[in-house]
């Protein structure tokens, strides 16, 4: 029956907390904080198992056991829970960080300093019994320790002022085993000549606290959560580009998608610049944005991004993005859509909004648009219209495909006349007749140009040449009108008095 009572009080809980090892271990083999949660339930599971072999199997070994099994598992384990908190505050990343590393010092002299002879217990020589005394070691190993638990304390405040709703559950275990063991412990040790010594079999049940907090923080926050959960559904079936970049930029996972996008394959693209993948991006800008987005935790909506990727595909981006927190540390979720194809059907549908389909030159809309700009800034212009005479006649003579041959030779003479000067513009008003507004002191040698390319024969596609005409007129704001109907009448009652002529 006491056997019994000891497999039920000790092989237990150690069963439970290598249960829980393998289960944090195996959510995520390669994180070093799931290899330090696991390694902290295995050594705590050595207090339980070491209580249990001196009481049922050596209790003949009672110092021994004591002082190497039991306080070296507890000192281990307190020692990797240190670790652990310090890893989920990301106090190893502050600035001069790696000075935490001494905090573990005093905890690795006690245990090589355990063998000293009644370092850690003392001997009673009198008595038949084992008997409990402990040595000036284990008072100041036991004071490390707790130290070590209290630091562990604060720093889950610290994450618990952060927002870090796992660090709720993390307090309230770490305070019951605080002062579960303090209260225990007192009493094993004041009352072990009693019938009350009982309470030292229950000393190292309050580690059991703070390690189903920890595995209930697991499943209720995704604390220590495994790959597969986190990353494997979402990434391999979502329709939009998944990406969890660092404050640097540096890309932690994306999907499939992502690399299609980049023109990379996976590998080469994680623990990798994003920046090394977006041609023609000005690196400097995007990485002072993001940093400054991940300061003031700026989520992007609706953003848009244009790049060349590796394989020197034009490539548009819409990136959502949201911070998450992972392990202690604060991430990027980037969720990307390609809309190349869409802006690539917009881009045209804007260009055919405000371009002539036969010429390629600007229509109507677009030069109404330009010349209410240049009205507005009040700058001296000339408007002029310019119609292809006897376009009927090319039609009746030579069909109407020749008639369009004639239109686009007489556009493509005026994009070559305004080509290269912002302050010049092209326009086909429909049928016959075209518009330019150009810069005052150019619009004579412009005209002389365009008249010397008129004047040379045009090529049909028959072989035949024929000779194009045109007539002209120019009106010039604010000299002749300072609205479009002003400039325009005088400009066509001109360009018709010329036509007259001509003809």
């Known amino acids: 029956m006491e056997f019994l009572i000891y497999c039920i009080l000790y092989l237990v809980p150690a069963c439970i907390f290598i249960f829980m090892a393998g289960m944090v271990y195996s959510h995520n083999r390669h994180s070093a904080r799931h290899i330090t949660c696991s390694l902290l339930y295995v050594f705590s599971s050595m207090w339980f198992s070491g209580v249990f072999i001196t009481l049922v199997m050596y209790p003949r070994y009672y110092d021994v056991i004591t002082i190497y099994w039991v306080n070296g598992g507890i000192t281990l384990a307190s020692l990797i829970s240190l670790h652990l908190?310090?890893?989920?505050?990301?106090?190893?990343?502050?600035?001069?960080?790696?000075?935490?590393?001494?905090?573990?010092?005093?905890?690795?002299?006690?245990?090589?300093?355990s063998p000293l002879d009644s370092w850690m217990l003392k001997g009673d020589p009198n008595s038949l019994e084992p008997i409990f005394i402990p040595g000036t070691g284990l008072y100041l190993l036991w004071l490390i320790n707790f130290t070590y638990l209290g630091i562990s304390l604060f720093l889950t405040v610290i994450e618990m002022k952060k927002g870090n709703k796992a660090a709720n559950l993390w307090f309230k275990g770490i305070l019951a085993f605080f002062l579960w063991t303090i209260v225990m412990l007192t009493g094993a040790i004041l009352l072990q000549s009693t019938k009350?010594?009982?309470?030292?079999?229950?000393?190292?049940?309050?580690?059991?606290?703070?390690?189903?907090?920890i595995f209930l923080s697991m499943s209720r926050f995704d604390y220590l959560a495994s790959y597969e959960k986190r990353y494997n559904i979402l990434f391999q079936r979502s329709p939009s580009g998944i990406l969890i970049m660092d404050q640097d930029a540096i890309v932690l996972e994306a999907s499939p998608q992502i690399s299609e996008y980049l023109g990379v394959d996976r590998e080469e693209l994680v623990k990798t610049s994003v920046l090394s993948f977006l041609g023609g991006v000005d690196k400097e800008a995007f990485i002072a944005r993001h940093r400054e987005a991940f300061k003031e935790q700026t989520k992007l909506v609706n953003y848009e991004i244009s790049f060349i990727n590796k394989l020197l595909e034009p490539k548009t981006l819409l990136i959502d993005s949201d911070f998450i927190y992972v392990e202690g540390t604060t991430l990027q979720f980037v969720m990307v859509k390609d809309i190349t194809e869409a802006k690539s059907k917009e881009a045209r549908v804007q260009y055919l909004a405000y371009h002539d389909i036969l010429t390629g030159l600007s229509n109507r809309a677009a030069f109404e648009k330009q010349i209410t700009e240049l009205l507005d800034r009040e700058e001296m212009f000339n408007l002029l219209l310019l119609d292809l005479n006897k376009l009927k006649q090319i039609n009746d003579l030579y069909g109407h495909q020749a008639g369009d041959h004639a239109i686009q030779h007489i556009a493509t003479i005026l994009k070559k006349a305004v080509d290269g000067n912002g302050d010049h513009h092209a326009a086909r008003l429909g049928g016959d007749e075209f518009v330019l507004l150009l810069a005052v002191n150019e619009t004579e040698k412009i005209i002389e140009k365009i008249q010397k390319e008129i004047s040379s024969p045009l090529l049909l596609s028959n072989s035949e040449e024929i000779f194009l005409s045109a007539s002209i007129g120019v009106s010039c704001y604010p000299v002749d009108g300072v609205t479009l109907n002003q400039l325009y009448s005088i400009a066509d009652k001109r360009m018709y008095a010329e036509k007259n002529g001509v003809s």
Do not use: C, D, E
């Open 85 to 113: 908190w310090l890893l989920n505050a990301n106090m190893y990343k502050k600035k001069n960080g790696k000075w935490f590393k001494l905090l573990f010092v005093p905890g690795i002299i006690m245990l090589a300093t």
């Open 196 to 213: 009350f010594y009982f309470v030292f079999y229950f000393i190292p049940h309050g580690s059991l606290f703070w390690a189903i907090a």
